[in-house]
């Protein structure tokens, strides 16, 4: 008698509840996210080979570009209801005669580095194109008379003590730019900064290899 063949079935896996576990985590990850501003001016920092990350929150930020254009920037800190950004905004106002309305700080709490006289602050809030903001970035001014940089972080360090300090300037920056902006940290009592660089790709060789047993 012949034997009877169960009829072979093709695994089959249902991949519904995967796609399901992936959307809600991408839904997830996109709603917890925090997306980096793009910086104000393209800054290429010179290499080092220092692997120190700078921290993502709580930080003061000293930008200087290659053509010593100056922006400063500083976050919100860890617990975003603090609103560093709108009170160092608010104190600025108040130092130079300015007065910003609650939407224009709650605005500028959300935006990025910035570098222009504090008379144009207000015109940099509101401007309905990105290009107009643009325009504005001319730096913020460092002179004798008004340096406005000097207050800048001075009103920032009392806003939040515990921010730290990170210079960036582009390899191509003069030294005495530099060298200024350093002054002026140390004149407003910030000896202890850091110097943001990228990291040096080290290419090994042939030669560097140890030589086979």
Do not use: C
Request: proline share 7%.
């Amino acid at each position: 008698m012949p034997k009877i063949k169960a009829p072979v079935r093709t695994p089959h896996i249902d991949m519904t509840p995967m796609v399901d576990l992936f959307s809600v985590l991408l839904i997830f990850l996109l709603l917890t996210a925090s997306f980096r501003p793009s910086e104000v001016k393209p800054i290429e920092a010179p290499t080092s080979v220092s692997e120190k990350q700078a921290p993502d929150n709580d930080i003061m930020t000293i930008l200087i570009s290659k053509d010593s254009l100056i922006f400063f920037n500083i976050d919100n800190g860890k617990d975003t209801s603090t609103h560093f950004r709108s009170k160092l905004l608010q104190k600025m106002g108040e130092q130079y005669k300015i007065t910003f309305t609650p939407a224009e700080l709650n605005r500028f709490g959300k935006m990025a580095a910035f570098g222009m006289p504090i008379k144009d602050v207000k015109s940099w809030i509101n401007a309905s194109e990105s290009k107009d903001r643009d325009l504005l970035q001319i730096g913020v001014p460092t002179d004798s008379t008004d340096n406005q940089l000097a207050w800048w972080v001075r009103l920032a360090r009392l806003t939040n003590p515990g921010a730290e300090v990170a210079l960036k300037a582009d390899a191509e920056t003069p030294y005495m730019t530099v060298k200024k902006v350093m002054d002026l940290l140390q004149e407003n009592k910030v000896n202890k900064f850091n110097l943001v660089t990228n990291l040096m790709k080290e290419e090994v060789t042939l030669k560097d290899l140890p030589p086979k047993q």
